[in-house]
């Protein structure tokens, strides 16, 4: 499809512009709404209701992981002590710091 948009002014073309922004804001939400209940019914025929299958796990659901560790000159950059080893503490314990200086337990709390 081309149409010719060079005859328009700036404002018929900002008109425009908005019109067919709506548009596809209507027909965006339209698909929406429909896949929604496309899934709700699948779901009924399956046992379940949709919300039933988006719940969340109890795996999901854990809090995240405590902070163990603070850099020594910034303490808003933390790491949990799990996984791979951030550069900032590899360089501490380098420079001679021990593990048990980085705790947060260690740390001066203001």
């Known amino acids: 499809m081309r149409i010719d948009l060079s005859d328009l002014t700036r404002q018929e073309l900002i008109r425009l512009q908005r019109h067919v922004y709506?548009?596809?804001e209507?027909?965006?939400e339209k698909s929406r709404h429909d896949a929604l209940i496309e899934l709700?019914?699948?779901a009924n025929d399956l046992g379940f209701s949709l919300k039933q299958l988006l719940k969340k796990s109890a795996a999901e659901k854990?809090?995240?992981l405590n902070v163990k560790y603070a850099?020594?000159?910034d303490p808003s950059i933390t790491?949990?002590?799990r996984g791979r080893k951030?550069?900032?503490f590899l360089e501490a314990?380098?420079?001679?710091k021990t593990p048990d200086s980085l705790s947060v337990r260690n740390s001066v709390q203001f």
Do not use: C, V
């Open 79 to 81: 790491w949990s002590g």
């Open 40 to 42: 709700e019914a699948h």
């Open 62 to 64: 854990l809090n995240p």
């Open 71 to 73: 850099h020594p000159e």
């Open 86 to 88: 951030p550069n900032w």
């Open 93 to 96: 314990l380098a420079s001679g």
């Open 26 to 28: 209507a027909l965006t």
């Open 22 to 24: 709506k548009t596809i």
